[in-house]
């Protein structure tokens, strides 16, 4: 991922459930795992080698940064890192919502959702 043009460009599905698994808090790598699983309805289940593979190349495109803050240093596990999006993240998130968004309006206008072709 380059940080160049990284907000216009699709982005992958993994980079996108990470992204908004980020959008609303910062979340240590087994609560983004949920918290994607959590926002699919079970139908997304990302594994640690998909996390981790996206979050560094996420960390190196600029739309991730590792937090300096824990959320409670008493209850936590002080080897878990934190991450938090970042403006350009925000930005390319945005970006993809508003490319589902234009999609799901062709296929309204096609007449096509919410119905299925049967």
Known sequence: MDKKNTTNKPLTPAVFH????????ERHGYEIMKQVELDSQSKVKMGPGTLYGSIGRMIEAGLICESDKKIDPK????????YQITGLGKKALAAELERYHDLLMVAQQKRIFPNTFA
């Not at 990470?18 to 808090?25: D, E, F, K, N, Y």
């Not at 209850?75 to 934190?82: F, G, K, S, V």
């Open 75 to 82: 209850m936590d596990d002080e080897r878990r890192i934190y």
């Open 18 to 25: 990470i992204l908004l698994a980020l959008s609303t808090q």
